[in-house]
């Protein structure tokens, strides 16, 4: 059985970088770490990867080939390689004996909660080779400065889930940075567990823009609360602390912690069962380091 992360998030949301920061964590505690990299439309990377999808397709070729816009080429793209996993397979074979995969898909959106391609290549690649993964899904902490982005945030998130149909972590990335672009309006913690949306009724009707979808911003924020799948970890991929904690969660939902376990039922009961001590840090300790208190102004 092999495990692995499925990273995804809008463009600008940190996921190469996660990559690349985490292959090298994940190297220093003992994992041998194989990336995958499987967006196209990504030809400065800074980690060195076991596999490339420029070997297979371009994305600069299909777009002169088939007078394709970039969004369109991507989509041509993961068309393709659904087409030709044989390709993918084959390249993955000498890595799932004893690696850990981590694989950097396309920035675009739409693939993952509207086309099927991404979706149908990460599932025929469980089935056939037997891959535990978890989608990790960044989405930069400074959209929290905006009650409107947050709400879009929000709603990626949780259809990307509904669409996606396993292990799920949202991530707000780049959480050094939250308050680069403005303070937040509540604590740390009202936007990680997404707490009463209508608090943030308030701050969405001061902004002129959204006042003819004021009814439409509530409704939406109705259906994200109705579901209540939606919170979030927080994530400094230059902080060791910050991506084991974040480490730690992906192996309890990817079943990476039961790997090495050979007793019986109640050996597994034991780690299942475990108390979680996450969320101080993922709440009061990174709002105490990362941002300012009203008294420190």
Same mark, same amino acid.
Not at 269 to 277: R, T
């Given at each position: 059985?092999?495990?692995?992360?499925?990273v995804?998030?809008?463009?600008?949301?940190?996921?190469?970088?996660?990559?690349?920061?985490?292959?090298?964590?994940l190297?220093?505690?003992?994992?041998?770490?194989?990336?995958?990299?499987?967006?196209?439309?990504?030809?400065?990377?800074?980690?060195?990867?076991?596999?490339?999808i420029?070997?297979?397709?371009?994305?600069?070729?299909?777009?002169?080939?088939?007078?394709?816009?970039?969004?369109?080429?991507?989509?041509?793209?993961?068309?393709?390689?659904?087409?030709?996993?044989?390709?993918?397979?084959?390249?993955?074979?000498?890595?799932?004996?004893?690696h850990?995969?981590?694989?950097?898909?396309?920035?675009?959106?739409?693939?993952?909660?509207?086309?099927?391609?991404?979706?149908?290549v990460?599932?025929?690649?469980m089935?056939?080779?037997?891959?535990?993964l978890?989608?990790?899904?960044?989405v930069?902490?400074?959209?929290?400065?905006?009650p409107?982005?947050y709400?879009?945030?929000?709603?990626?998130s949780?259809?990307t889930?509904?669409?996606?149909?396993?292990?799920?972590?949202?991530v707000?990335?780049?959480?050094?940075?939250v308050?680069?672009?403005?303070?937040? +309006?509540?604590? %740390? !913690?009202?936007?990680?567990?997404?707490?009463d949306?209508?608090?943030?009724? &308030?701050?969405l *009707?001061? $902004?002129?823009?959204?006042?003819?979808?004021?009814?439409?911003?509530?409704?939406?924020?109705g259906v994200?609360?109705?579901?209540?799948?939606?919170?979030?970890?927080?994530?400094?991929?230059?902080?060791?602390?910050?991506?084991?904690?974040?480490?730690?969660?992906?192996?309890?939902?990817?079943?990476?912690?039961?790997?090495?376990?050979?007793?019986?039922?109640?050996?597994f009961?034991?780690?299942? +069962?475990?108390? %979680? !001590?996450w969320?101080?840090?993922?709440?009061?300790?990174?709002?105490?380091k &990362?941002?300012? *208190?009203? $008294?420190?102004?």
């Open positions: 059985m092999v495990f692995g992360q499925v995804i998030g809008p463009p600008g949301s940190g996921k190469t970088t996660y990559c690349n920061g985490m292959s090298q964590f190297k220093l505690i003992g994992r041998k770490v194989a990336v995958v990299n499987l967006d196209p439309a990504n030809d400065a990377l800074p980690y060195e990867c076991a596999v490339n420029e070997d297979l397709v371009k994305l600069s070729d299909v777009m002169v080939e088939h007078s394709l816009g970039p969004n369109g080429g991507l989509v041509y793209c993961m068309d393709y390689l659904e087409k030709n996993i044989d390709w993918l397979e084959s390249k993955l074979k000498p890595l799932v004996k004893d850990y995969l981590l694989f950097d898909f396309p920035g675009q959106v739409e693939l993952f909660f509207l086309h099927s391609n991404a979706k149908n990460i599932f025929k690649l089935k056939k080779m037997n891959l535990r978890t989608v990790v899904h960044l930069d902490a400074h959209l929290c400065c905006d409107g982005k709400v879009s945030a929000l709603l990626l949780l259809s889930m509904l669409h996606l149909e396993l292990p799920h972590i949202n707000l990335s780049k959480i050094d940075l308050e680069s672009y403005g303070k937040l +309006a509540f604590n %740390l !913690d009202f936007y990680t567990d997404v707490q949306l209508s608090y943030l009724q &308030y701050h *009707d001061q $902004d002129p823009r959204g006042e003819k979808f004021r009814k439409l911003t509530k409704e939406l924020c994200i609360e109705d579901y209540s799948l939606v919170n979030f970890t927080t994530l400094d991929i230059q902080d060791k602390e910050s991506v084991g904690n974040l480490v730690k969660l992906i192996d309890k939902s990817n079943g990476y912690i039961f790997a090495g376990i050979e007793g019986s039922v109640v050996e009961s034991k780690i299942a +069962a475990a108390p %979680l !001590d969320d101080y840090y993922r709440t009061a300790a990174v709002q105490e &990362y941002m300012k *208190d009203d $008294d420190d102004d």
